[in-house]
């Protein structure tokens, strides 16, 4: 019996200020792109960065949440005035934003009661009916509330926490990936790529990436598809051209 | 006379699956943030990351053309097949996809006659109307069209294409920051921060990130606004919560 090819796709929400301003590259949207295709058959189909207001995050929410199967937040879940995901989500889709009475559990054993304050009670608050994603490296759990999974901006504390995602997730089919380097300019190949793109458009992915190495010019070719078959045979076609101009392979 | 504060935004859309599927970070979200705010006054304030799909990309600029004074696209604007941001602008906004006469020159001549293949003149295809932003590295310009400007998306390239794109802008009053790093946690001074927020609505945003240094944690507190006097007041506020928690401040 065939497989079928199952789509699971997602989109980033990177709320901050900081990551606008220009101030912090965002490093988020590459770690948890990578571990969604890698780890659970997900593509990453789009990305918003949108700054720590109210009724933008509420916007962008709504939106998003509705065109994808999965939507992750970064950022604004921690103890400050400009940390309003939890509400914002909640505000969004008119439920209530509350204690969350495990996650006030967690913080409190882990501060202990005398210094539990206002500030870290806060990181407790969710919108009313999520589940809390773990936390091993700073206790303050992230959550997931209908389609959407709320973590930290920090990427050491957001790496930490990932796995504790899985459970929530339905898996997709897995997308594999072949890359040739090859020494040589795009625009040599760029009408032979364009064949072999067209001949497999509806199966492979292919894209074309300048970069320079070892004092050269090069490009890598990048061909993406949950067929290992296919892949192979789009694989072919590129070997075939790629005798025929007589361009050089970088072994990596 | 008292001086108008004015407020220009851009949006930046960054097209490339090599974004989306993690294989590369994007570093130009943070170089042309820093470089709107510091060289124009300009802030951006949506960043949206999409696929090499041509309706997908339509969407997103009739969208965020309207809502923003400058888009800045970057990606796409090569000589393969997946490079399809001109094409797909000329579409959004129906216009002719044509070949613009300074550009081809520009090309014919770094190329040579001889060399000036079907990929290369596909890097002089641009909406009607368009002009040039020179590009000083590898010949191959970008352009705007309307209110977007697009750029590639090879960083280096990028980066040395920015400068031209300042005639074509509009400046906006200069948005000054001042980053307070403090040895604490963010929870230790959660509410204070939220009153000073409180006080400077209108006129300063203060945003507040964790940082590991020298072994130890701390908080980065970022004040931003367009009035240097308020930023002291802001500053001064900070101060004044800094002797009061007793707060050791790094200083770089």
New interface residues.
């Given amino acids: 019996m065939k497989k079928k090819n199952k789509r699971v796709n997602a989109a980033i929400l ?1 709320i ?12 988020n ?7 969604l ?1 890698s780890q659970c058959g997900i ?10 207001i109210e009724k933008t995050i509420i916007k962008h929410l709504l939106e998003i949440s509705k065109n994808f199967n999965y939507v992750f937040t970064t950022g604004g879940i ?5 940390d309003i995901t939890a509400k914002s989500i909640s505000k969004a889709f008119k439920v209530k934003y509350e204690y969350h009475n495990e996650a006030f559990k967690i913080l409190e054993n882990y501060y202990g009661k005398s210094k539990f ?4 009670k ?1 990181m407790a608050k969710m919108p009313r009916g999520s589940k809390l994603i773990y936390n091993p490296s700073s206790a303050a759990p992230g959550f997931i509330f209908k389609n959407i999974l709320s973590l930290p901006g ?1 990427p ?1 504390i957001l790496n930490s926490m990932i796995e504790n995602c899985k459970k929530y997730l339905i898996k997709g089919s897995k997308i594999h ?1 072949k890359t040739l380097n090859l020494f040589t300019v ?6 032979q ?2 064949s072999i ?2 001949k497999y458009k509806k199966f492979v ?6 970069f320079f190495r070892l004092g050269k010019i090069g490009v890598s070719i ?1 061909s ?1 598809s949950t067929s290992k078959t296919k892949l192979q045979y789009v694989n072919r076609d590129l070997i075939k051209l790629v005798k025929l101009k007589k361009i050089e392979i970088l072994k990596i």
């Fill in positions: 990177i901050g200020n900081e990551i606008l301003s220009g101030r912090t590259q965002d490093k949207t590459s770690f948890i792109s990578n571990w295709n593509s990453v189909n789009e990305v918003r960065i949108v700054p720590d921690g103890p400050t005035h400009d304050n206002e500030g870290r806060k920090v050491s990936s795009e625009s040599n190949i760029s009408k790529l364009s793109q067209k992915d292919i894209g074309s990436y300048p990048v993406r």
